[in-house]
């Protein structure tokens, strides 16, 4: 399968959401407003895994990209597909969303949003990930992963916001 790498449009993103949540759709679950997010994040975090894993093995054994494979994730943000990137020698074992893994927890949900959302430092990310999932990732991998979603998180909070944001409070009192 081939899929074009089309820039993700925070803007257009940004503008769908609102119109979103003015229509009432969840902000979660199947068709939920921040699903299309985490699927770019994910997307991005494996292909950062995949770039650390090949600057290993590329010397040696002329290891290299062989496109991607279509993956359907079930996750409490909703069901959707990504496509995971794949090496020529089969080497490569995402840890993000490990092979023949289906099923993401609100863990998983939860460490990709505040890795990349709190702008912690790399040892904080490796120590994060060795204490919730066990998993030990070298500061190249972290590294390979944050350099492709840093400028897509710094578009997405320098995008120009609404001058108004209209709320209403309700509160009442019965007996």
């Known amino acids: 399968m081939k899929e074009e790498k089309v820039p993700f449009d925070f803007e257009a993103f940004a503008k769908q959401a609102a119109e979103d949540l ?6 979660v679950g199947k068709d ?18 995949l770039d650390a894993h090949l600057d290993q093995t590329r010397k040696p054994a002329k290891n290299r990209r ?30 993000i969303v490990e092979k023949r893994q289906h099923k993401i927890t609100s863990d998983i949900d939860a ?9 912690m430092s790399y040892s904080d990310i490796q120590q994060h990930l060795s204490e919730m999932y066990g998993l030990e990732v070298s500061d190249g991998t972290i590294s390979a992963i944050t350099d492709r979603i840093i400028p897509q998180i710094k578009e997405w909070q320098n995008r120009p916001l609404e001058s108004i944001y209209p709320v209403i409070w309700l509160d009442a009192m019965h007996f």
């Open 22 to 27: 003015k229509a009432g759709k969840p902000m």
């Open 32 to 49: 939920g407003i921040f699903t299309p997010l985490l699927k770019r994040l994910i997307e991005a975090s494996l292909e950062g895994e």
């Open 66 to 95: 062989n496109g991607r494979s279509t993956k359907n994730l079930q996750s409490p943000l909703g069901g959707f597909e990504i496509f995971s990137p794949r090496d020529r020698n089969s080497t490569f074992e995402p840890q």
């Open 111 to 119: 460490q990709i949003l505040s890795l990349y959302g709190r702008g």
